[in-house]
């Protein structure tokens, strides 16, 4: 199995969010904590579309999967670890 290649700033671009580093913090910032019962995709501040490809993404377990894990971490730990 090949190792995937996509970085977390490309989870942005994919999504259709601002990828640089100054975006991904910002973006960071103002959604986290993320309460620890509602999952990632259902989160209110997704688009439908986005919604979609990041509930895809877990149950297909794409190469994207794992980036979506870390983006899910990431926005449920304290603001501090960001």
């Known amino acids: 199995m090949e190792a995937a290649i996509n970085r977390f700033h490309d989870l942005f671009a994919q999504l259709g969010l601002p990828n640089d580093p100054l975006s991904i913090q910002d973006f960071l ?3 986290t904590p993320l309460a620890p019962e509602i999952g990632l995709p259902n ?3 997704w688009t439908p579309s986005q ?6 993404a877990l149950q297909q377990d794409s190469d994207w ?8 971490h990431a926005l449920r730990g304290p603001k501090s670890a960001i």
């Open 29 to 31: 910032t103002r959604h």
């Open 51 to 56: 919604a979609e490809f990041l509930l895809e």
């Open 65 to 72: 999967a794992e980036l979506v894990d870390q983006l899910s």
């Open 43 to 45: 989160a209110a501040f």
